[in-house]
Structures are given as structure tokens and as C-alpha cells.
């Protein structure tokens, strides 16, 4: 019975044990939110380990293949085909594999093969519209290839878009240095650097070569090849073919650009940039060593504008590389960016000269007047775009508005003269040429010019020419809204068409149909001062039919041409003829005074005749010549 109880009471004691131990388990266990934050701290560390290793394998050199009696039966196989190049695809790089270097501006996506950069997208502009989602990918899915042609020693030729180069990524200081060398030993290769600095569009691209001149032939350049299919970004399809181009500096820094069309060739000497431009944005090649000679070609790949499209232009340049004490060394960059002026200027290399200001004066007005004045406009004041437009239209106007009043107030003083005119016509109706000579001594006696009513004109349109090439290049103005335009440098369509209309195009913009109704009421206005001051002469045509027919010919073309063009240059239009019919109106009611005018002639017939001008002067002899020319004829 004793040794019953002892087991019963050793059992009992055990279970109090047990439950005890148990208890003070459960009081000790974490809470749940214990738990969860002990789970996040082991997940960030995992997830900081994976980084650093990650981070070491990209930035590393990667090692050098080891020399085995496998590798050297591998070498001698591939040296039948890669000669000196062998090596290269004997290292771990061989293979199919990409390097992405980024910045606050871009992404760059580089390939083992090739050692070319093989993707290139902006991070801040979207295609065709600003919510469309679609980032501008200016190299992507093959469209564009870089290659170097290399002669060998051997009588090989190699195409370097064909090899394996080994890359080595690294950072100085912010900077962000990739090195892709296509290897022919463990110290001879061809190099490309890339050099990729913070918040910056342009990219540093070094091509040398160390140790090849027992492999390479260096008798003559190698050739570097870059082609380009662009891709399309913008709506317009005839608008962004119109402004894509290659461009090229050249010379003591001379410029050009291939012909538009299809299989056009230029062959420069000393190119320092070659451009492969679109509308809005451009892939830029520059070197501070010039090029010697270069092959550039365009094509155009738009067949039919009225088709949706991928494809805008063919770009390829032809580019070579001289060789210097055996090897090959040259410091170039890459700019993949806005075709903004201001952006392309403050680099310094003569970029913005890709963008299409005019040439002459018309590029002068742009460069030093239109440029400053809408920057002011639309950056320091930080107005909208289409306000920046209407105030910088209200200045350029009234700045030309005294150029408008010389040239209203010589149709005045013709319009007064008129009658005389027509008389002398009549007096002289059957000697073409005494009327002439007695209606230039008519226009000196009453001290006017008739020249003056044309030379105001004239100065006037630089300006206006001037402004059809500054809004198509406005980078500022992508997809940057007004009212109902939501791009000005687009078309503002209000109504798609179900049908394209040949020259018009396949949809209805109003800005068009406003600047065509401004200039329609502007011509009917002055058209009738204008046929007053210019009688008709024997010989010449009826200029007053001729105005009647333009009146509704030139809003016409206005509608026609404007339709496809960007809101910009439309608003731009509309704002100048509304300013202009205002200007018109209050020189005409409030400024020039006709009886005043037709006083004051009078008193200049009473005066001596003022001393003729040159012009006139040389006129006055032809006429005189001429005159004297027919006696003699008819003698």
C-alpha cells in the first residue's frame, strides 16, 4: 500500500510541475504585436542583406575567366571565328545581360552585346499627351544600334554589335560610371564609357582602346556606325515628319542639315555633332575630337500622313575613328533630351542650333527678341502659357504699332491724291511714260513718298515670319493646355471627322477658324483705303479686283494651312489681326485727320519742290532714258 501511495503522489507532484512550468511559458510568450514587429525587423534585415550583396555583384569587377585546359580547347575553337577576340567570349559576361544606370532625367538600359545602349526614356514627358501613360522612349525594342567596324591583323572584319563586352559599374562621387570593355586578354581591350551625372540629359561616352594595336589594323579609321529609327511622340504625324531631320555641325562650326525626303546623303569633313532629331525631342552624338569624314543619311518612313504610324524617320551616320601612336582615343557624349533651346544652349556645344529659328534676321528676331521676351513671360512672371502668348503678341504689336501708322498714313495721303492722279491718267492716256514722269513730279511737289506706304509693310514682315518659325519649335508650349486647346503645340481640335479632307485633314480646329475671321475682317476694313491709294496703271493688273479676291483667298489659306498646325501659332494669329483691326480702327477715327492731310499737301505745292531722293532721283533718270529710248526708235 505504501509503495502505491508513493507512485500516486510522485504522479500528482509531477503534473503540479509540469502545469507550472506550462504557465509561466504562456506569461512569458510575446504579444502579437511583438511578434509582428520582431517578423518586420528580420525581414528588413534580409531585405538589406540581399541589397548590400546585390550592390556588391553590380559595382565589382568582375573577375577574369580562369585559364583551364577546358578554357584553352574553348579559346582555340573560338579564335577561328573571333580571332584576337576569342577571349571575350570566354568570360562570364558572354551572355545575354543589361546594366541600367538612372538619373532624376532619364533611364539607360545598356547590353552586354554590343556594349550599346539599348533603351532610353525620359521620365518627364509622356507621348502624344500628358495623361496617356506612356513614357517617351526615344531607343527601345531595336530601333536604334551602335556598332564599330574592326579590321584585325588577321584579315578579319568584326562588328563590335556582334561581341560580348564585359561591364563594370562604379560611382565617383554623384556620378555613375559604367565601363564596357570587349576584351582580347586580360589587359588589351576596346572600351566605351558611359558617364551618367545627376539631374543631367547629357552622358559622357569615352571610346579608347588599350593594347589592340597587335589586333586591330590600324592603317586606316575604324568605322563607328549609328542608326536610328525615330519613334513617334507627338499627334500630328505630318507636323513631327515636317520638323524631324538629321542635323550635323561641321567645319569652324559651321551648320547644315540633310535634305527632307527619302535617300538623302550628306558626306561633311570635320563633323563635331551629329543630331537625330524629332519634333520635340533629339539623340545627340558630339566629340571633342572632330570627325574627318562622315556618311549621314535620312529617310523618310511616313508613306501616307493620313495613316497612324510608328515610325517617323531613318537616322544613320557613318563616323570615323582615326587611330593615334596605334590605338584609339576619343571623348565624346550622348544627349538624350528635350530639343528645348534653353536646355540645348546651356551646354555650351552649340546644340541649339538644331532648333529651326530662320535663318538671317528672321533667327535674329527669334534668338534675341521672341526667345527673352516669352521666357520672361512665361517663366519669371510665371503666367500660363496661353496668356504668356496674348500679352507677348499685345507687346510685339504695340511695338510695330508705329510702323501700322506710317503705313495707314501714306494710304491717307495717297487716297488724297488720288483724284490728281487719275487726272494726270486721263491727260496722259496715250504717253505711258510722261504720266509716270509727271506723277513723280506730283508726289515731290506734295512732298509724298509713295514708297512709304510699302516699307512699313516690309519691316513688318520679319516679324510675321518670324513668329511661323518660333511657335512650332516652342518646347515650352507641349502639352501645355488653353481653354479648349489642351496643346498648344498641337492642333486644338473641337470635332473629329469621320473622312479626311485632302489638305485640310480629318478634323476641325477652332483657333484656325478665329484667326481666318479676324483676317477677313481686317482686310475688308483696309481693302478699301488700299484701293484708294494705289490707282490703277496702264499695263499693270486691276489691283482692286485683285483685293476683293484676296479678301476671301487669304482667310481661306489661313483655315486651310492652320488646321494642322499647332494652337500656338493659331492663338498667336487670331490675338495679332484682333490688335491690329483695333490699332487700324483708332488711327483712322482718332488720329489721322483727311482734311488735314489734303490742307497740308496744298501748302507743300505752294513750297519748292523738296530735294528728290536717290531712289528718285534714279528713277527720274530711267524714265528720262526710256523716254528718250523710244524717240529714237521711232526716228
Known sequence: MEEKKFDLNSIIGFVLIFGILIWIMYQNQPSDKEI???????????????????????????????????DTVQLAQLQKTLGGFAYSATLPTAKEGFTTIENEKMILKIANKGGYIVEATLKEYKRFEKNSGQLVELIKDNNSNLNIQLQTTDNRTLNSKDLYFEPTLTKNGTDQ????????????????????KPNDYLVGFDVRSQGLNKVLNSSKPLDLQWDLKSYRNEKSVSIEKRYAQLEYEYGDEKYSSVSLGTGKEDTPDKVSFVAFKQHFFTVILATDKPFEKSKLQSDDLVKDETIDTTFIKQFKATVPLAFTNGEVDYKMSWYFGPSDYKILKSYDKNFEKIIPLGWGIFGWINKWIFIPLFGFLSSTMGLSLGIAIIIFTIIIKIAM???????????????VLRPEITEL??????????????????YNKAGVNPMAGCIPALIQLPFMYASFQFFPSAFELRQKSFLWADDLSSFDAVVKLPFHIPLYGDHISLFPILAAIAIFF??????GDQQMAAPQQEGMPDMAKMMKIMIYVSPLMMLIFFNSYGAGLSLYNFISNLITIGIMFVIKNYIVDTDKIHAQIQENKLKEPKKQSKFQQRLQEVMEQQEAAKKQNKK
Open 36 to 70: 509582428a514587429a520582431e517578423k518586420a525587423k528580420k525581414e528588413l534585415v534580409a531585405k538589406q542583406e540581399a541589397q548590400a550583396q546585390a550592390d556588391k555583384t553590380k559595382t565589382a569587377v568582375l573577375p577574369v575567366a580562369a585559364a583551364t585546359p577546358g
Open 177 to 196: 560610371i559604367l565601363t564596357m570593355r570587349l576584351k582580347a586578354g586580360v589587359n588589351e581591350f576596346l572600351e566605351y564609357k558611359y558617364v551618367l
Open 401 to 415: 504699332s508705329p510702323i501700322t501708322y506710317k503705313s495707314f498714313l501714306s494710304q491717307a495721303k495717297m487716297k
Open 425 to 442: 491718267g486721263e491727260k496722259f492716256k496715250k504717253d505711258p511714260m510722261k504720266k509716270q514722269q509727271e506723277t513723280m513730279k506730283l
Open 522 to 527: 481686317y482686310m475688308k476694313m483696309t481693302s
